[in-house]
């Protein structure tokens, strides 16, 4: 039969009034089904995300009547820290540094502080801008203020702790809880003691915990799109920002390494979930972490660098931090700066010689003796430029040789490794001496005491002499290595009569030598504590086109790895007991505070509002004992991990917990002094967590019944906060009211 006889068939026609049956399980909106779930992983998106669908910006989806409860909780918050806080009118704990630190801002003087700068750069900023002109010494706790505007300085830390109050509402609303829970933590955060006295003084915890959250909340928004599709604009808004974040709350304070690790955590499980997705090629995922790798680590590091940046332009100036950086960091500052010298060092050379290891400055004397011991002249360090660092170099390879031989000299006789040498101090016309005397602060047998001894026109005798031995010298100089030149040669000084090397080490004189740093002459002296080189060098037998050389000039990264540095070194050194200090096992338990401030029995004391750490650590250990639990019975063969409810609040409680743990245990590390203000980062995640707790425990509860047991765990917090809000605002109270106050033994607050 041929093809077109071939009639085609037409399917049959559905019957009049037919309707066609409704599934029995209707697909929801949205609904992927194998296929289109495949096709959206592997475009990166959610396993339930459609391309197209709509969704809230970082998962933050809040009602009209909750923006404007959030406005209601900054009001309060508002009333609660700016309450007074002019009063104080005086320097409170540590606003002697900070408020310090703030003038040398404006007064652009050089200083080091342990902490990075942006907290003092925001609060140097608000002083700036009201007219402080630097010349209030925040010199010491209870100095009334004169023509500083500390209440400005003060409104920078209490407005970043009143804003802190409703990112911790918006982050616990995008980790899925309830707005009662939110609701609940914002109050407890509002109404929390030592938070409150934080951030109403000039301190730089309160910038910290700011950061802390603001990072918590981008995080928590980028985790939301991130489910949902990710390298569009709204997530590498959410990545950008939480990167920004984390550099400026590592640029507040170190403790900001911490939120870091948090986040850095965080990330690692995301690319660890996504490389176990076998939809994922593998060349999305390295797109995911080339994305959060230049988001989270690079980004955070440039803008903790440009802190850095801007703080080395404004502080252009010599100032009292010169001391402890190097000589060629010195030399970059305002009033600092050195002429070129002559590279040639000789018999008859006028010097300037600088200890290298301390960077305590220079060899240095003064009309002034030593009240014990042989009562010479002093000898000492000094960081700063001064007519009584001036020394010059005398032959003492012959006995009693003429003060001024090096002039009759037929040619130069530079300083070579073994010459016999002495040292005239040029104002006193003293020659560096030592001798079998103790000196006044090191008193141990094989320290001797460097003085300054003779007169004009007096020769010197044997105790004068030192035995120059080169050590090393500069790669860029090979002239160096034989004979002592300026910037080039590190060498020391031995005493020729009993071998001790001239030496100096971090130990001040008490007042009587201005606090200027310990000279001595050490017979077991420390290599390190034993160098010494030429700064300046002058002769009048060189020609004006001699060699000369100067201090290297230093780059950006230069300064910025040596200010590290000295951070670090600076931030290990305080190791001394404070009356305050406590340890970080006393912290959850809130055993001790801190005195900040008493005058006429009134006091500010840092203190917690003991209902929240108490209930916030109880969270924590419940926690620990219920996850402990689950992975007992996961080991025996129970499936509670299957559960959905159990999965998402483990998620977020491990999270919260993740945080907690990173933010305070690294302390039992430190040997430094540590204080209770250092627990307050890790206290927020600890409220964080309990509330977290509160949703688990009311999630089966009606929402009178939710909102009734908060409205109970409020109460009692407010009851808390009002029976020491005397020692916030530094209010009078009755001996009565302070003693019935003292819940703890430990507790050494007083009236």
């Known amino acids: 039969m041929s ?24 697909p929801k909106e949205g609904h992927l089904d194998a296929d289109e779930r495949r096709a959206a992983a592997s475009l990166g998106y959610g396993p339930s995300r459609k391309p197209g669908r709509t969704h809230a910006h970082g998962g933050y989806n809040l009602t009209s009547g909750e923006w404007k409860l959030l406005l209601v909780l900054v009001v ?42 942006l907290a003092k750069l925001l609060i140097t900023l608000a002083a700036f801008v009201s007219g402080f002109n630097g010349n209030f010494d925040f010199s010491e706790i209870a100095k009334g203020y004169e023509n500083t505007p500390y209440v400005a300085m003060r409104m920078v830390p209490a407005t970043l702790g009143i804003a802190t109050v409703p990112l911790a509402y918006l982050t616990l609303r995008g980790l899925d809880c309830r707005a009662t829970t939110a609701l609940l933590a914002s109050l407890l955060l509002i109404f929390e003691n030592a938070l409150i006295t934080q951030s109403r003084h000039i301190l730089l915890d309160s910038p910290l915990v700011f950061f802390t959250a603001l990072t918590v909340f981008l995080w928590v928004g980028f985790y939301n799109e991130d489910k949902q599709e990710p390298f569009t604009d709204r997530w590498w808004t959410w990545l950008t920002l939480t990167g920004l974040s984390l550099g400026a709350v590592v640029s507040s304070k170190w403790v900001g390494l911490f939120t870091i690790a948090t986040v850095g955590l965080g990330t690692i499980r995301q690319l660890w979930t996504l490389l176990g997705d076998l939809r994922i090629p593998p060349r999305l995922w390295i797109k995911h972490f080339y994305a959060r790798a230049l988001c989270l680590i690079l980004v955070p590091i440039i803008f903790y660098m440009a802190m850095f940046e801007i703080h080395f332009l404004i502080l252009e100036n010599s100032g009292e931090g010169d001391g402890f950086m190097s000589a060629e960091f010195q030399h ?3 009033g600092r700066g050195m002429a070129d010298t002559f590279a040639d060092v000789a018999i008859g050379s006028k010097v300037t010689i600088r200890h290298i290891n301390t960077q305590g400055g220079y060899l240095h004397s003064h009309a002034h003796n030593y009240p014990g011991g042989s009562q010479q002249q002093q000898v000492t360090l000094y960081p700063h430029m001064d007519e009584n660092n001036s020394w010059r170099f005398i032959n ?18 530079y300083i070579e490794h073994g010459l016999r040498v002495r040292l005239r101090h040029l104002t006193t016309e003293k020659n560096l001496h030592s001798h079998d005397f103790r000196p006044p602060v090191s008193e141990v047998d094989f320290q001797n005491e460097a003085s300054a001894y003779g007169f004009p026109g007096y020769a010197g005798d044997m105790n004068d002499d030192w035995v120059v031995e080169i050590e090393k010298g500069s790669k860029r ?38 606090e200027q740093q ?14 010494w080189m030429i700064e300046s060098s002058e002769h009048t037998k060189l020609p004006p086109n001699a060699p000369k050389v100067n201090y290297r000039k230093l780059s950006f990264f230069d300064k910025f790895f040596e200010l590290q540095r000295v951070m670090w070194q600076t931030n290990a050194g305080l190791t001394d007991r404070h009356t305050f200090d406590s340890r970080p096992s006393s912290w959850p338990r809130l055993l001790r505070g801190i005195n900040f401030w008493v005058k006429d029995h009134r006091q500010i004391y840092l203190i917690g509002n003991p209902m929240i750490w108490w209930l916030s650590t109880a969270a924590v250990a419940g926690y620990i004992a219920v996850r402990g639990i689950l992975i007992l019975r996961a080991q025996r063969g129970y499936r509670d991990f299957e559960n959905t409810k159990v999965v998402k609040y483990d998620t977020l409680c491990g999270f919260l917990f993740m945080g907690w743990s990173l933010h305070y245990l690294p302390f039992f590390l430190m040997g430094r002094q540590l204080f ?13 967590l309990l509330c977290a707790v509160f949703d688990f425990l009311t999630s089966t509860f009606r929402p009178r019944w939710r909102l009734q047991i908060a409205a109970v765990l409020i109460i009692v917090a407010i009851w808390n906060f009002s029976i020491f809000s005397p020692l916030i605002y530094g209010n009078t109270w009755t001996k009565g009211e302070c003693q019935k106050a003292r819940w703890l033994r430990t507790w050494d607050f007083s009236w």
Not at 11 to 17: A, F, L
Not at 108 to 116: A, E, N, Q, S
Not at 522 to 529: G, Q, R, S, T
């Open 76 to 117: 309060v918050a508002s009333a609660v820290r700016l309450f007074r806080i002019s009063k104080p009118n005086s320097v409170v704990f540590d606003e002697v540094h900070f408020g310090k630190f703030a003038a040398r801002y404006i007064k652009t003087r050089y200083f080091v502080d342990v902490h990075p700068p």
């Open 396 to 413: 003492a390879t012959q006995d009693n040789h003429p003060e001024m031989d090096w002039l009759n000299l037929p040619e130069l006789v």
């Open 676 to 688: 209770l203000h250092h627990y307050l980062p890790a206290l927020y995640f600890a409220i964080l």
């Open 477 to 514: 100089d090979p002239v160096s290595s034989r004979r002592v030149r300026t910037l080039g040669t590190q060498f020391r000084l031995r005493h020729a009569l009993t071998g001790c090397y001239l030496f100096s080490h971090k130990v001040k004189l008490p007042t009587w030598a201005y």
């Open 3 to 26: 093809s077109g006889a071939v009639r085609a068939r037409r399917p049959p026609s559905p019957p009049p009034n037919y309707h066609q049956p409704v599934p029995r399980f209707p």
């Open 518 to 531: 310990e000279v001595t002459c050490n017979k077991n002296a420390v290599k390190a504590n034993s160098l």
């Open 332 to 334: 970059t500052l305002g």
